[in-house]
């Protein structure tokens, strides 16, 4: 079960690495070639989605059969054990969150910056009449 986590912790790097040197300034050529890039990984990485969706659907049927441990019958051992799967599911939880939203702010950037190349080319065209 673990695995599933550390593999949508590695996306969600290299998602937030992604992000963050779409935004970075740097020269025009530069960019057009890493956001066509970035561009052509999008569709398939797009499994990052459903994946993340199916985890909080798991952590959710997961709280929902969890045993409760609030009465004194439960000794503290038990309380500290349901206490931290409950951090951990909140933890995953932004996890999922997390991916997704990356996910959506690289779509929207790459298609941003296709728009702004268009958008140059229509004024070059424009200019050069």
């Known amino acids: 079960m673990a695995l599933q986590w550390i593999i949508l912790t590695y996306v969600v790097a290299a998602e937030a ?3 963050v040197l779409l935004t970075l300034p740097s020269p025009k050529l530069l960019k057009n070639h890493f956001v066509s890039l970035i561009s052509l990984i999008l569709q398939p990485a797009l499994f990052i989605v459903p994946f993340s969706v199916f985890q909080l659907l ?3 049927w997961k709280k929902e059969h969890r045993l409760m441990c609030t009465s004194e019958v439960c000794t503290a051992a038990e309380r500290d054990r ?3 799967s409950i951090y951990k ?3 995953n939880v932004i996890l999922c969150v997390a991916a997704c939203f990356l ?4 779509y929207r950037i790459c298609k941003y910056q296709k728009e702004i190349q268009s ?3 229509v004024e ?3 200019k050069a009449q």
């Open 103 to 106: 996910y959506w702010c690289i």
């Open 82 to 84: 349901y206490e931290k």
């Open 89 to 91: 599911a909140q933890g």
């Open 124 to 126: 070059k065209r424009y």
């Open 58 to 60: 798991d952590i959710y």
């Open 17 to 19: 690495a992604i992000a």
């Open 119 to 121: 958008l140059e080319e």
